[in-house]
């Protein structure tokens, strides 16, 4: 069985953040956890030193702030957040930009010496073909990420007759409490959901999943309808997303590290010339992508519009060449 540590980056609305959103996770055989998930540390606190990770979380966009951003200040945060990126930012100041790039290396390297992939899908939040979605467009940016995920994970366990866990970051917490006392299906419906992500993604695994049962169809109003109805639904998935604390999960934090990165990089290639502190980066990352992706390390997808108006999944030779697309 392979556990599959997820996450997502971009599910932020605003006008004036990323177009990008990101869902992915580290696919992992359940034989390899322990001694990955014991050198990942070790890794962490080399070059981040971050000694215990379960106390002091890998929150990604606290530390890239810190390190990429001069004189940067934890304002602006509620009290318990204010506390802890300051113990973070404490712990980073002898953290260089070079120890973060040799960090990013290093585990973008042994992830693929270890022979866990990345499968990630791209959603763009400013693409047209979300407009016309029977929610609204936030909703359609949440479920395609997902759906896609889904859909190409699906291919991967297929093709090692495997079974999938999913294994999430725990926000129920987030859920409006009366909505959190319904049943699951009342919870999904559509006047439930809203934009709340975790209730996105539980509505379109369980679309993808109601082949399973008769107890309730969503096919007529799915919220990620795909053009091939059979090839979406998913037959390798255990039924259920395993929710956890991402503190006590090394691998879906590292999961969260690799998919802002990854974020970070399209975002430069978008402008003419990423900052000068990230250039290096970008090339880094960029180089050990294209390594990676040589050997099917990093499995990527994007959403397209077909001529009829339905919405498929093209899987991309390169994570960062437009061009590069075949249908598998």
Sequence with gaps: MYLIYTDETGTNFSSNVSPFLLYGGLVVHESKVNNLELQLQMMIAKF???????KVELHTSEIFQIIFTENFECKKRKSKDQKNCEELQKILSNVTVEDFISFT?????????????????VVNKEDEIHKNHHLNKEVSALAYSFKMF???????????????????????????????????????????????????????????????????????????????????????LIDNINYTNSKDSVLNQVSDFILYILRKTLECQENDAPPDNLEKLVKNIKDSILLSESENKIISGKLVGTLNSELDVLFSESFYNEDMRKRV
Excluded at 168 to 175: C, G, H, K
Excluded at 193 to 217: A, M, T
């Design 150 to 236: 889904l859909n190409i994970l699906d291919r991967f366990l297929a093709s090692k007759n495997e079974k999938g866990l999913l294994i999430a970051d725990d926000f129920s917490n987030q859920i409006p409490a009366k909505i959190r006392t319904l049943s699951l299906y009342e919870r999904i419906a559509n006047d439930n959901i809203g934009k709340q992500k975790e209730l996105i993604f539980l509505r379109v695994l369980y679309e993808s999943l109601d082949w399973k049962s008769n107890s309730y169809d969503f096919t007529s109003k799915c919220i990620a309808p795909m053009k091939y109805e059979f090839e979406s639904k998913n037959m390798f």
């Design 105 to 121: 290396d290093e585990l973008i390297q042994f992830l693929h010496k270890m022979d866990v992939p990345l499968i990630v899908s």
């Design 48 to 54: 981040l030193k971050l000694g215990d990770i379960k």
